[in-house]
């Protein structure tokens, strides 16, 4: 074994240690998410489809200009309703047949919508209402939102204010995204697929991976001595 084999062989083995635990979490947390069809973790299944916006008359509503971004004619589980998005990211929905402002979704409004937004017969276990300044870590975002669990773990999210279906999360969704902050070494917003941690330790991988390779096929290209 040569001087620059044998360097090159304390390094790979010394790179083999540092990353050891980063590659055997890459390895089991892409285990876990690949175990189950992406649709089966977000729930398609469970979502009912609406009945289409009936074909009568409505009224469109005259927004402030300048302020509106969009305006969409949805349809919601509690009825047709005009959605007002605005430049500032704000929601707001609008009666179609008066134009007027649809207030806030009660309780049991937010209950309603999720049986009709769901398919299934599970019972509801429990409602809770978040602002949009601290929206829960599986929602994403920053949306007041009445979050409707079942007893099957499936979780609603209802826009307190439009009363759209803004997320379905399931409870392998929630397992999926445990595993995904750990794959991308995130977990605090599991969202940052950038940072200085990863591209470290994926650089090293990478370094020791080859080196590996080298060193493998160093070993196994040389010619044997002749006893």
């Known amino acids: 074994m040569t001087i620059a084999h044998r360097k090159l062989l304390r390094w790979h ?11 055997v979490l890459w390895t089991v947390t892409g285990l876990v998410m690949v175990a189950r069809p992406i649709d089966e973790v977000r729930g398609t299944a469970l979502r009912a489809e609406l009945p289409p916006l009936p074909a009568t008359a409505v009224m469109a509503p005259l927004p402030e200009p300048g302020d509106v971004d969009s305006l969409t004619l949805r349809q919601t589980a509690l009825g047709p309703r005009w959605i007002v998005a605005g430049r500032d990211e704000s929601r707001r929905a609008l009666d179609p047949r008066s134009g007027l402002a649809v207030p806030p979704l009660t309780r049991a409004q937010a209950e309603a919508a999720a049986r009709a937004y769901r398919q299934g017969k599970a019972r509801i276990v429990s409602t809770r209402l978040t602002p949009a300044d601290r929206p ?24 307190a204010d439009t009363g759209e279906l803004i997320a379905v999360r399931t409870r392998f969704w929630r397992v999926f ?5 750990l794959h991308i070494m995130d977990l605090q917003t599991r969202e940052d697929t950038h940072h200085p941690i990863l591209i470290l330790f994926a650089a090293l991988a990478t370094i020791g991976t080859v080196l590996g390779c080298v060193v493998m096929f160093s070993r196994y290209s040389r010619p044997r001595r002749r006893s």
């Open 13 to 23: 083995v010394w790179l083999g240690w540092l990353v050891g635990v980063p590659l």
């Open 136 to 159: 829960p870590l599986d929602l994403r975002q920053m949306r007041p939102a009445w979050g409707v669990t079942f007893s099957d773990g499936a979780r609603f999210y209802i826009d």
């Open 177 to 181: 995204d445990v595993m995904w902050g």
